[in-house]
């Protein structure tokens, strides 16, 4: 294998336009080969390592869906007594992170861990077949969340993850998307060069459970930065700082209107009730974290 | 050398002398005294390893699972509740062959809430892949962690060991114990050597993913891990006995046992007040012995086999119950002796920390004798 070029290896078994395998390779552009990886049971976990086979250049380990940040724990607690200088970095969905791993991470970061914690965040659980999780955005259909005659879909929106993290005191915590490749990188590079537990929620589409071609993946990405959906910024002690500036920040409806998880909020007959709040959600984050480019 | 310790603190002396490198672990009763015992010991550089104070004993297996990959010996302790939440770490932790070592200060599960002793706790865990192994005193409590951790490291082996050791009845009893030097226990139990590790110069992908072609394989490997064992232990028991002058060869040791007509079976520290009672029923002429069973898992049929081959009564008195069938160890006993026409009575005794005395000890063997068996034996009828 050549380790210098791709600590990613292609050949694992995600679907075609998989953006969580996107963002496993870039966070690895980031990290470098001096790394362990730690995941949590999902997709990632699931195409990147079919016994015999596996995706990973890096030592990497897997024990349960809701322990990564505890075994992280763990291990850097063993490096540390080993005088040894890998990074440690959990990768793990949205499920292992806002809903059932809260517990381990909650613990990991308050004790201090020198770990970074990556979320790839596809918003649903999708290795079981797309139930909602809390990162699921407000009116996405799932198989939990199914819109009907009587629901518009998920009905909660997101929880606040990174503001969860950085009330724990973790000094760095950003998001990312993986259509922004350079920056994505750039923050994981940061995040496991500062010392402590450090976040970063990486927005990650995923074709097969939000309904679109698998060659539109960078852009539906981009689509949600665009739109004001998903805001790209850095926080540093607990302040936000460097957010991606949108200019002429686009309607939501054009992020809603290519993706099946929302196709119910345009058929039969449109729902501006509901795009609405959506995109009030939008323009509540462009004021939260001054997106707009003037 | 021989000092008068609390059993919990003879337990911590024992994991002191380990030299574990990563301890995670979380309070609860009546395991408190050990963990607190190693925090002091690591506070005051007594020992050289890091203390990760977690939120959860599901937190507390889960860093042991990752220090261990990582290549260091690690070790963790709990009971009851605590082992309960570690249930989906502790099938982990076997099925990635780490040879963790944990202590176990046997208690009642709830509901109803009891602080108090039985073994429900660790034999509800006995097919997660662990090796088990009970004591019956402080200082078999204290032997067995130097022999588990041999054990459990040793590459014919590489399986998590829980050293067992009843709640209260042991945790917070004075004994005095015979605890060996740091340097006996470094000559007898080298540095870990752990095989494959995560390591960014060598890396490697542990706990993948097995589809139904690898998966059985997997398991098997375990099991014969686990065959193996019977035979490390002995091994590694016998070396201790050379070494320490207390032998623990035996993964059964038989008391009286020789001419016996009725057997009794049991495990922990059960097995000293059994003696006792043995004592006092051979004085008047009857016929009685002990079983004492230190390994669990692996189970040894075979040695429970030869050491009954005399006796035509078995009772077996089992401080846990697999309700809605009968206690654990008589149903595995049992099995070790189907064919034998051997008669192997049940008898479900002392749970929640109900207290169990000489006398009824010789209550369950008159009824063995009697042919009665299979009940719980001391209900209070007056409150049913
Ligand atoms: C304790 C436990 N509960 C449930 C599951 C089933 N399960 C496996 S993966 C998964 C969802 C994973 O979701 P996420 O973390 O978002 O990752 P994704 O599959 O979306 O990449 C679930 C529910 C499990 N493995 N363990
Ligand atoms: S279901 Fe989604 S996350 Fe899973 S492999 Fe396919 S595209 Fe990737």
């Known amino acids: ?294 | 050398m021989m000092e008068i310790l609390e059993g919990s603190h003879a337990v911590a002396e024992a994991v002191k002398r380990c030299r574990p490198e990563v301890i995670a672990a979380y309070p609860i009763t009546p395991q408190t005294h050990i963990v607190e015992a190693l925090a002091s010991m690591v506070a005051d550089c007594e020992l050289d390893a890091d203390y990760i104070c977690v939120e959860s004993e599901f937190s507390a297996l889960s860093a042991c699972l990752g220090a261990s990959a990582a290549g260091s010996r690690v070790y963790s302790a709990t009971t009851s509740q605590g082992l309960a939440l570690m249930f989906e770490v502790c099938f982990n932790v076997a099925g990635m062959r780490q040879p963790v070592v944990m202590t176990i200060a046997n208690r009642a599960m709830g509901a109803p809430l009891n602080i108090w002793n039985d073994q429900q706790d660790s034999i509800s865990l006995r097919d997660a892949g662990w090796m088990q192994f009970y004591a019956e005193d402080n200082q078999e409590a204290n032997d067995l962690h130097y022999i588990a951790y041999k054990v459990a490291e040793d590459h014919d082996v590489l399986l998590p060991a829980m050293v067992c050791f009843d709640g209260f009845i042991l945790t917070h009893t004075y004994e005095p114990v015979d605890i060996p030097t740091l340097e006996e226990v470094d000559a007898f139990l080298p540095p870990y050597k752990p095989v494959n590790i995560l390591d960014a110069k060598n890396p490697m992908s542990l706990g993948m993913y097995a589809t139904p072609d690898y998966y059985m394989e997997f398991r098997y490997e375990v099991e014969e891990a686990m065959k193996r064992a019977r035979k490390v232990f002995a091994d590694v028991g016998a070396e201790f006995g050379e070494t320490f002058g207390r032998d623990y060869s035996g993964l059964v040791e038989g008391y009286r046992l020789e001419d016996a007509e009725i057997a009794l079976v049991a495990m922990g520290s059960i097995c000293g007040t059994v003696k006792d009672a043995i004592d006092e029923m051979r004085e008047e002429g009857k016929k009685v012995g002990l079983l004492k069973i230190r390994s669990f898992r692996p189970f040894p049929s075979e040695e429970i086999k030869a050491a009954l081959a005399g006796v035509s009564k078995v009772a077996v008195l089992d401080k846990n119950i697999s309700l809605g069938q009968k206690g654990a160890v008589a149903l595995e006993v049992k099995d070790a002796l189907y064919g034998t026409g051997t008669e192997v009575l049940d008898y479900i005794v002392a749970l929640g920390g109900r207290d169990i005395r000489k006398r009824d000890i010789r209550a369950v063997a008159d009824l063995a004798e009697k042919g009665i068996g299979d009940q719980f034996y001391g209900l209070r009828t007056e409150v049913l």
């Not at chain 1, 999902?42 to 897997?62: D, K, L, N, Q």
């Not at chain 1, 724990?168 to 537990?197: C, E, F, W």
């Not at chain 1, 689509?223 to 910024?233: S, Y």
């Open chain 1, 1 to 294: 294998m050549d380790r210098e070029s791709e600590l990613f290896q292609c050949g694992h078994r995600a679907c075609g336009g998989c953006g969580p395998a996107l963002a496993a390779k870039l966070i690895l552009k980031g990290t470098g080969p001096n790394t362990i990886v730690v995941a949590s049971t999902g997709c990632m976990e699931v195409f990147s390592t079919p016994y015999p086979e596996t995706a990973w250049g890096v030592p990497w380990i897997h024990s349960l869906f809701e322990n990564a940040a505890a075994v992280a724990s763990g291990i850097e607690s063993s490096l540390k007594k080993q005088g040894r200088d890998e990074h440690v970095v959990c990768i793990c969905g949205d499920g292992a992170t806002f809903d059932i791993g809260v517990l381990c991470i909650s613990g990991a970061f308050e004790r201090g861990h020198d770990i970074t914690y990556i979320c790839y965040d596809n918003e649903a659980y999708m290795n079981t077949g797309i139930q909602r999780s809390g990162a699921t955005p407000y009116d996405a259909n799932t198989t939990t969340s199914p819109a009907g005659k009587c629901s518009t879909g998920n009905k909660r929106p997101k929880k606040d993850m990174p503001a969860i993290l950085a009330a724990h005191g973790a000094s760095y915590v950003a998001t990312a998307s993986m259509a922004y490749p350079n920056d994505l990188i750039r923050k994981v590079q940061r995040a496991v060069n500062t010392p402590g537990p450090n976040y970063i929620q990486v927005h990650a589409p995923c074709c097969t459970g939000w309904g679109f071609d698998g060659s539109q993946t960078m852009k539906i990405g981009r689509l949600a930065v665009e739109t004001g959906l998903w805001v790209n910024f850095e926080m540093i002690d607990g302040e936000v700082e460097h957010v991606r500036k949108v200019a002429n920040r686009k309607p939501v409806e054009e992020y809603l209107e290519v993706q099946k998880r929302f196709r119910h909020l345009f058929r039969p007959k449109k729902n501006e009730e509901e795009i609405a709040k959506i995109q009030a959600i939008a323009d509540h984050n462009a004021g939260a974290f001054a997106v707009d480019r003037n």
